[in-house]
Nanobody
Framework: VQLVESGGGSVQSGGSLRLSCVVS????????MAWFRQAPGKEREGVAT???????TYARSVKGRFTISLDHAVNPLFLQMNNLKSEDTAKYYC????????????????????WGQGTQVTVSS
């Protein structure tokens, strides 16, 4: 299983970026997917998640600014990030799994077995 993120970069505060995640080698059913981020010296935190029936949930810090979406079931996964703030600066990772079953949503790292290598997002004020 391979997950490859893209779309990161540097942007000024208030700007927008769209991250993409392409998954290959994985055909599991009841898949749930998520975006996580990790800033230097901090733990990896869940940002947004979507399940196999399209239900989404977001971390409080990004709700109303970020939108997670899927194209064609699993591939690719997007994260539209608007009104970016300096505190959004981090390396962003996509993740996927299905072991918790259909309809599952999670922003916990322990619920995901498959991870990408990450893409850096830097927001300057």
């Amino acid at each position: 299983v391979q997950l490859v993120e893209s779309g990161g970069g540097s942007v000024q505060s208030g700007g927008s970026l769209r991250l993409s995640c392409v998954v290959s080698g994985y055909t599991g059913r009841n898949v749930y997917m998520a975006w996580f981020r990790q800033a230097p010296g901090k733990e990896r935190e869940g940002v947004a998640t979507v399940n196999d029936i399209g239900i989404t949930t977001y971390a409080r810090s990004v709700k109303g600014r970020f939108t997670i979406s899927l194209d064609h079931a699993v591939n690719p996964l997007f994260l539209q990030m608007n009104n970016l703030k300096s505190e959004d600066t981090a390396k962003y990772y996509c993740a996927t799994d299905n072991r918790r079953g259909g309809g599952y949503l999670s922003l916990q790292t322990r619920d995901y077995s498959y991870w990408g290598q990450g893409t850096q997002v830097t927001v300057s004020s």
